[in-house]
């Protein structure tokens, strides 16, 4: 059985007992977990609906998972901002969150921008790190909020803390170009190290950059060589072009030192 479903429907098994004292709502969460876990999803779906019906929040968010991934039925936009307005409105903050990705990316429906932060908002301030980073995007770009570099960077801070790689990368850039923050190659290189361990693509790109000119470290070619070869496997095109740079240097490095002997 998957550890991350056994957890969540722990946490379930144990919210429904202490509000409801409710034997049956125990039993139905429970085969709500092992259909899930064996990708009985229309089963799932099944409880999740009756669950739905007394107010559940957490099951009105499983139903807006199913229909927004598609998992064991037909996938639509529509009956997950349907599923996930319902939980968010029970003020579920993942639920909030996922509302808010669906208005923001806005595929198979309406997309808007301001609705979305005006979501991502509760949500970050619970404390939900991939909230916070979606809205420090939104003040960062300014899309559905006045731009503002400040509460972005906040808001990164706050999921970079979190461990939320992505963050981690935004403030690995910010510390590098000075933007908001004092200037901190070594800050930088910290964060960046910990996104790029947490395999983001663009950390690795970035990572490999750093060894490649000697940024808070010594220049190492054959490490950026590593993260170069590693973030091109992830179709990063810019890995490319800094893996013929490398190639170029080594080759002129190469000439001189055997003109020199």
């Not at 969460?29 to 089963?43: F, H, I, Q, R, V």
């Not at 731009?147 to 790689?165: E, M, V, Y």
């Not at 992505?166 to 070594?186: F, P, T």
Request: aromatic share 10%.
């Amino acid at each position: 059985m998957r550890q991350p479903l056994r957890l969540l429907f722990t946490f379930i098994l144990l919210l429904c007992t202490s509000i409801t004292g409710n034997a049956e709502t125990h039993n139905q969460a429970l085969e709500a977990l092992e259909a899930l876990d064996t990708g009985n999803y229309k089963l799932a779906k099944k409880i999740f609906l009756s669950l739905s019906k007394s107010g559940d929040a957490e099951a009105q968010y499983q139903l807006g998972l199913l229909y927004k991934d598609g998992r064991g039925l037909k996938h639509s936009a529509k009956r997950a901002e349907k599923w996930f307005f319902k939980a968010a409105d029970n003020n579920h903050i993942a639920a909030q969150y996922q509302l808010g990705k669906l208005y923001e990316i806005g595929k198979d429906i309406q997309q808007d921008y301001m609705h979305a932060a005006m979501l991502y908002q509760p949500a970050a301030s619970a404390g939900h790190a991939e909230a916070q980073f979606a809205l420090g995007m939104m003040f960062k770009n300014g899309y559905g909020v006045p731009k503002n570099t400040a509460k972005s960077i906040d808001l990164f801070q706050l999921s970079a803390s979190q461990g939320n790689p992505r963050a981690q990368l935004e403030m690995a850039n910010s510390y590098l170009q000075g933007i908001g923050v004092s200037k901190d190659i070594d800050q930088a290189f910290t964060l960046v190290v910990k996104a790029a361990e947490a395999d983001l693509a663009e950390a690795n790109l970035l990572l490999g950059i750093m060894y490649f000119d000697g940024l808070a470290v010594e220049k190492d070619l054959a490490a950026a060589n590593m993260y170069f070869q590693h973030a091109a496997s992830q179709n990063i095109d810019a890995a490319n072009t800094y893996i013929e740079k490398l190639k170029a240097e080594q080759t002129t490095a190469i000439v001189t030192k055997s003109k020199s002997q």
